[in-house]
């Protein structure tokens, strides 16, 4: 639910308050962070997806060891999630600095 905020935050609104005012109104500092920040809240978006999904599938797979997943292994796993999300924009923004995205669409 924290990330389908933040891609809310990072990308809806912008585009929105920008197709309202007929321009872009934000400066080019978010015009360079926009593309980076979409990658990194939607890959974390799926991976924490994926993740809830196999952790479901184990549950019903294996009941009886369904107390071996407890809060200390689902809070690493979400950890992971969010870091592993990371090098993704990161090699984005080694190999293109100058990447910029605006869209009125």
């Given at each position: 639910?924290?990330?389908?905020?933040?891609?809310?935050?990072?990308?809806?609104?912008?585009?929105l308050i920008?197709?309202?005012?007929?321009?872009?109104?934000?400066?080019?500092?978010l015009c360079?962070?926009?593309?980076?920040?979409?990658?990194?809240?939607?890959?974390?978006?799926?991976?924490?997806?994926?993740?809830?999904?196999s952790t479901?599938?184990?549950?019903?797979?294996?009941?009886?060891?369904?107390?071996?997943?407890?809060?200390?292994?689902?809070?690493?796993?979400?950890?992971?999630?969010?870091?592993?999300?990371?090098?993704?924009?990161?090699?984005?923004?080694?190999?293109?600095?100058?990447?910029?995205?605006?869209?009125?669409?």
């Amino acid at each position: 639910a924290v990330t389908d905020l933040l891609v809310s935050l990072t990308d809806v609104l912008p585009k929105l308050i920008s197709i309202l005012s007929n321009g872009p109104i934000f400066s080019a500092f978010l015009c360079y962070l926009s593309p980076y920040l979409r990658y990194y809240f939607n890959i974390l978006s799926l991976l924490l997806i994926c993740a809830m999904t196999s952790t479901k599938l184990c549950l019903l797979k294996f009941p009886l060891r369904s107390d071996m997943i407890g809060t200390k292994r689902t809070h690493m796993l979400c950890a992971a999630c969010w870091l592993a999300s990371f090098s993704f924009p990161l090699t984005f923004l080694l190999v293109d600095k100058q990447d910029i995205f605006f869209s009125y669409r």
